[in-house]
């Protein structure tokens, strides 16, 4: 079975600070994707990030860049330079065989709170 | 550029009865997918079609069905309706089925008396 998880339910940073959320997973696929979504309240989600495993690089957005540990099966994300409009949930996901499977897995989430 | 739609945004149902949620994909998606998203499970697979075909489905009963139509749009049905169903139910769209990105509407929330 595949399964994603966050153990931070929640978490909380400084505005301007740097924070990382954990994330790990279980598969025996060799080739999935890698996602962060954000869901900030009463908002739809988006997507932050996004790894293929056969990539070595760690993706990088902005202040949004991911620790790919692909041996270790975790998926970290670094948010640098925290701003106020980062408070949300995140939810780490994986996904395997895009062509044949839109079957996306979710962690539980952490619920991030950036303090002024 | 529209998003993702979904009506209604807040339905209050009770049990036994059934309910049909309603999802706009952003123009030009081919591929809508359905989430259910609840305090305890968190965020649970339902189904995704593309080109009016249903290409996978996750672990729900058969209470729960959906159907796309040929401009994409998609809905989703759940008959008998159980206390357990109350959840905000997303829908997301993608254009085609090898990104992996997943445009999320701003989900129905159902809740089930």
């Known amino acids: 079975a595949q399964t994603v998880t966050q153990s931070q339910p929640e978490m909380s940073v400084q505005e301007a600070e740097t924070v990382t959320l954990s994330c790990t997973y279980d598969t025996s696929e060799n080739n999935y994707y890698l996602f962060w979504y954000k869901q900030p309240p009463s908002r739809q989600m988006i997507l932050v990030i996004r790894?293929?495993?056969?990539?070595?690089q760690n993706a990088t957005e902005n202040r949004f860049s991911v620790n790919f540990q692909k041996a270790a099966k975790s998926f970290s994300l670094k948010i640098s330079d925290s701003q106020l409009g980062d408070t949300a949930m995140y939810f780490c996901a994986f996904m395997t065989n895009l062509y044949n499977n839109n079957d996306m897995r979710f962690g539980a989430g952490t619920r991030l709170t950036v303090k002024p | 550029k529209a998003g993702v739609t979904q009506t209604p945004r807040y339905l209050i149902k009770t049990r036994g009865q059934q309910v049909t949620l309603s999802c706009s994909p952003i123009s030009g998606h081919r591929s809508v997918s359905w989430y259910q998203q609840t305090p305890g499970q968190g965020l649970q697979f339902l189904f995704e079609y593309f080109s009016e075909t249903q290409r996978n489905k996750g672990n729900f009963p058969g209470r729960f069905s959906g159907r796309q139509f040929s401009n994409s749009r998609s809905e989703m049905n759940v008959s008998t309706l159980e206390l357990g169903d109350s959840a905000l139910y997303l829908c997301a769209s993608s254009k085609d089925r090898n990104t992996g990105e997943l445009f999320f509407g701003e989900g129905s929330r159902l809740t089930v008396l």
């Open positions: 790894q293929e495993a056969y990539k070595q």
